[in-house]
Every structure is written in C-alpha cells, then in structure tokens.
C-alpha cells in the first residue's frame, strides 16, 4: 500500500525538496490546469456560436459545386450564364450587409442570425422548385434566380449576426477569436460543402440536393431559434454614414491586400496552363493550408502584438508571395509562393477588422462588421475582370506583380494609421 501511495502521490521532480516547494509546485500545476480548462470552455463557447457561420457556408459549398453542371448540363445554357446563376448572389449580398448591421445592433445577433437563416430556407426551397423544373428551363433558370437572390440577404444576415453574437457573447476582448475562427469555419464549411454537394447530386439528383439544403437550412433556424439572445450591447448607435468613415481605411486596406487571394483563386490554373505546368491544385492546396495553419495560432499573435503590426507583417509576406509567384519559373516554385502568399493573407481580415471595430461604440458593432464586409465584397467582384484585362495585355505574371502593388499600397496605408495613433498618444491629454 506504502508503494502505491508514492506512486500516486509523485508527480515528478518538481515535487521533491521542502514542504514550501511542494506546495507550490503543486499551485503551478493546478493554475496550469485552470487556465487549460478556461482555454477549452473558451473555444467550446466560441464554437458553439461560430456553429451557424459553418452551416452557411456548408450550404454555400454544396452549391458551387453543383449548380454550374445544373445550368450548364441539365438546363443547357451556356457557360457565362452558368457563372453568373453563382455570383448573382453577391449583388444582393453586398446591397443588404447595412441592413443586416442595423438588425444587428437594433434587434439583437440573434434576430439578424434567424431572419438570416429564415431566407436561406426560402432560398432552398426555390433551389427544389427550379429543380423540379428542369424540364422547363426558362422557369427553372428564373426560380433558380429568385434561390440566389434570397441567399444573398442571407448570407449577410447570418454572417454578419453570427459574427456580432460571438463578440456578444464573447466579449470584444475576444473579437480577434471570433473573426479567426469564423474565417475558419466558413473555408471549413465550404471544403466540406463541395463533395457532398456532389456526392448528394451523383445519389439523389438534384431534387435531392434541394431536399438536403432546404433540411440543413431549416435547422440552422431551428438551432439559432432556441438559443439564448445575448444582452444587448446599451449605449446610442452611429448611423451608417459615419460607421463608414471610422471603418474606410480598415475597410481600404482590406480589400486591397485581398487581391492576392482573388488572384490565386481566379488565374492560378490559368498560369500554369500559360506555363505548360501540371498540378494548378496543388498550388491552391497549399495556399489553403498555409491560410488555415496560421489562423489556428493567430488568436494570441494577434492579443500580444495587435492587430495593425500583425497586418502589417503579414503584407510583407503576402508582397513576397505574389512577386514569388509572378517570377514563379516551374510548378514547384509557384505552389511555393502561393503558400507564403496564404500564410501572409490569413491574418489579414482579423486583424484589420479588430482594429475596425474598435473605432465604434459596441452599439454599433454589427454596423461595423457588416461595412467591413463590403470591402471584401467589392475587392472580389472588382478583381476578377481587372485581373482579366491585366492578363489579356501583358501576361498572367503581370496580374501577380499589380496584385503585389495593391498590397505594398495596402501596407502604406497601415503604416499611416500607425503614425496617426502613435502622434495621438503622444499629445498632451
């Protein structure tokens, strides 16, 4: 018994010495536990808020996957009507994101999430009507139009309350968290929306695809539906207008540091076809994981050195990956550069939209991430045809170095707002 009992009370070297050394060994390990379990109940906390921004995006996902080969194939239109059945979505997306930070701060996160997942439900039930007339495809295409339509309003009334419900929730210490993991959990939810999208339309038809949406989008309200409302944040909001002027720069620099991923995303397969390369997946594998593997650890770069530095380092490196990737000279060396350009780009919408959000009162939080959003929005639906007239008169490498360009501006403008903050400090109070 003597010998079981030292086994259970020994723990290791730390243990051995005086009874004060023990005893605070033993303070060590119990705050090192502590602060594991807060760690856990944290991200669990964050989780379980950030659950809708996955079921969004998973909707989202299985439809880029599936609805091009519906137009194109089974309704027999052609390939630019095809492409622009997807981004018509993003019109109304980028119309409503005011609204939906208004009901944000009016009305609660949770209104904005219900309503949100309330018209994504719609929306899938339009998904199943256009599908159930396939036979007609004029109909099926104009239904299919109204889906996208509504899915737009609810892409930006879910996301933009989800987002200002975790920071609620959360508190906006942890506002860095919240837009990490959420970033996360939206490529996740994609990713995995994609093959299973297919994987339903290959089993079931599309009909069953409309099925399976409009299920999982009725659930994402039942869920938003039963849970708790947070408190509401109290104080006086700010009108859009003046949302829009503290959030500008943060907002400017956004979307121009954005044109590296809306590059990769558009022409990386185009380049290695102008190349004669092989493998355009594997350069956007590695951008992908290199996005992903830092988003994981950014939560406390981010609290230790904030969020101007943070985007400001990361521009660097984003700068060094896209003139990498233009000069790029084999397959290898550009799937290369498009992972240093996905590990400078994966902080670059938190730590700037920290940085936004603070300029406003927490009354208008929901304001502030959904103006924010429009800067995003904007840089993708300006990239693609600029990149496009760039290629056309001097090359696919061209698009890369005038990407790097919009970047370094994207860095001159954080360093401004740097300079401004720290001459703040320094004036008399």
Not at 315 to 325: D, K, P
Request: with cysteine; charged share 10%.
């Amino acid at each position: 018994m003597k010998k079981r009992s030292k086994k259970l009370l020994y723990v290791g070297p730390a243990l051995s010495g005086s009874a004060s050394q023990r005893e605070k060994s033993f303070l060590v390990l119990f705050f090192k536990k502590e602060l594991l379990s807060s760690s856990f109940r944290l991200t669990a906390e964050t989780l379980s808020t950030l659950i809708f921004t996955f079921i969004l995006y998973l909707l989202i996902g299985m439809l880029f996957a599936t609805l091009p080969p519906f137009v194109r194939n089974r309704l027999g239109y052609t390939a630019i009507i095809a492409g622009a059945a997807i981004s018509l979505q993003y019109v109304t997306t980028f119309i409503s994101r005011p609204a939906a930070g208004r009901t944000a701060d009016r009305s609660g996160p949770k209104t904005a999430v219900t309503r949100g997942f309330a018209l994504c439900t719609a929306s899938m039930i339009f998904l199943l009507l256009a599908t159930l007339r396939a036979h007609a495809p004029a109909q099926s295409l104009a239904i299919l139009g109204i889906s996208r339509l509504l899915l737009g309003v609810a892409e930006s009334f879910a996301g933009t309350g989800t987002i200002a419900w975790g920071a609620a929730r959360l508190g906006a210490a942890q506002m860095g968290r919240v837009l990490s993991w959420n970033g996360m959990l939206s490529y996740g939810g994609m990713a995995l929306g994609a093959p299973l999208g297919v994987a339903i339309v290959s089993e079931f038809g599309p009909a069953g695809l409309g099925v399976a949406c409009t299920a999982i989008a009725a659930g994402g309200w039942l869920t938003a539906a039963l849970r708790a409302p947070a408190a509401p944040a109290g104080g006086e909001a700010m009108g859009f207008g003046a949302v829009l002027l503290r959030v500008l720069p943060y907002g400017g620099a956004l979307a121009l540091a954005s044109t590296g991923f809306g590059t990769i995303a558009a022409f990386v397969t185009l380049l290695y076809q102008a190349h004669g390369w092989t493998g355009a997946a594997y350069a956007l594998t590695s951008f992908g994981l290199c996005f992903a593997t830092f988003r994981f650890v950014l939560t406390g770069v981010l609290a230790r050195y904030g969020g101007l530095r943070v985007a400001l380092a990361a521009m660097g490196v984003e700068t060094i990956g896209l003139v990498s990737l233009s000069l790029a000279g084999s397959a290898a060396a550009a799937a290369g550069s498009a992972a240093i350009t996905g590990l400078g780009f994966s902080p670059m919408f938190p730590a700037l939209g920290v940085e936004a959000v603070q300029q406003v009162p927490a009354a208008s939080r929901g304001a502030a991430i959904g103006t924010y959003n429009l800067f995003a929005d904007v840089a993708m639906v300006f990239v693609g045809p600029a990149a496009g007239i760039i290629a056309t008169r001097a090359g696919y490498g061209a698009v890369y170095l005038a990407a790097a360009g919009c970047v370094a501006l994207a860095a001159a403008i954080v360093l401004t707002l740097g300079a401004l903050r720290r001459r703040a400090r320094a004036l008399p109070a």
